[in-house]
């Protein structure tokens, strides 16, 4: 597979099909595929509607073009990009590590910290539903930061270069993006088909939505050691 | 919810903290030397392809140049650039992140993209890479 995709990125004259190849072996790398995991959990987590599913899958991948076009951007604008890329790749998997295990303590309950002041803000943000949208994309802003080692080179050794070359490449990151998301939104949007399936049974399983929220941040904590013991230990 | 917001808002907002508080390293002259050197830089965290560049280009190396590896005209380093030896050795090339690198005294040819895209499915690539690289460099 892996093969293929290197020969489009050699043989391609147009731009866009190489980050598009650049984009799907980042996808398919086992290297990001426990953020992946994660990220099928959490656009899932409104698992009883499917189309919700499918838009917060856009939304996560929306997240995702957003952080890398403005990395690209920062790029082209005169930051170093040597500098620049080696920051990332030092820290990038150092903090998602740390960062899912807490987001998953928190989903669990386990902590519960209140900020003083914000509590009056951030009612008015848990009663409107798109700031339930909002969390797909806060979730693709991150995860496109967690750089693995593979994926660094692929977007700043390959991708970025083609990109800041002039400023018509300035679109490629989106089409990166959509490549590294494209199996998170088929994943999940399969997983909500394969649930609604199930139909009368699922109905009648009230409590099924909050066990499933359980899962996912449980699962969040269990990639989150992962990380851990990747770079850490 | 809204903490889990928070926690992901804050942690965007990390790399934009930290990239402004590091500061500037000038880049020091390159190594002068008469051999070609050849560096795999990386950090401790490594993936599968990291560990399959390292390994194919020093195997690479070692057999297309079995002679000079001897006599140290030519030379593989792999290079923990999170440890302070390694760290000194990136400084000195001007390398911050992931690279596979060769370097004859002033000369510095980065190959990583390379490394990566050929290490693991079409290892000779790889190879023919190194040599008509190592060899431009001798002849510089």
Known sequence: MNEFFTNILENSSMPWLSALALGLMTAISPCPLATNITAIGFISKDIKDRNRVFINGLLYTLGRAITYTGLALIIFFGADQFKFSGFFQRYGEKFIGPLLIIIGLFMLDVIKIKFPGMSQLTAKMQNKTRWGYFDAILLGLVFALAFCPYSGVLYFGMLVPMTVASASGLYLPAIFALATGIPVIVFAWVLAYAVSGIGGVYQKVKSFELWFRRIIAVLFILVGIYYMIRVYF | ?140
């Not at chain 2, 917001?5 to 590091?22: D, G, K, M, S, T």
């Not at chain 2, 593989?76 to 060769?102: R, S, Y």
């Open chain 2, 1 to 140: 919810m809204r903490t889990i917001r928070f926690i992901l808002a804050f942690a965007l907002l990390l790399p934009v903290i930290a990239c402004n508080a590091q500061t500037t390293r000038k880049a020091s002259n390159a190594v002068t030397s008469g051999k070609v050197e050849a560096y795999y830089f990386h950090f401790n965290a490594r993936c599968m392809t990291c560990k399959t560049v390292e390994a194919q280009a020093k195997a690479d190396i070692e057999s297309l140049y079995p002679e000079l590896v001897k006599t140290g005209k030519v030379s593989f380093k792999a290079v923990n650039l999170d440890e302070a030896e390694g760290k000194a050795i990136g400084d000195k090339l001007g390398v911050n992140g992931q690279t596979l690198l060769l370097v004859r005294g002033e000369q510095k040819i980065n190959i990583t993209n390379e490394g990566f895209m050929y290490a693991v499915s079409q290892p000779d690539k790889l190879k023919a890479v190194i040599k008509e690289k190592v060899d431009g460099l001798f002849k510089m």
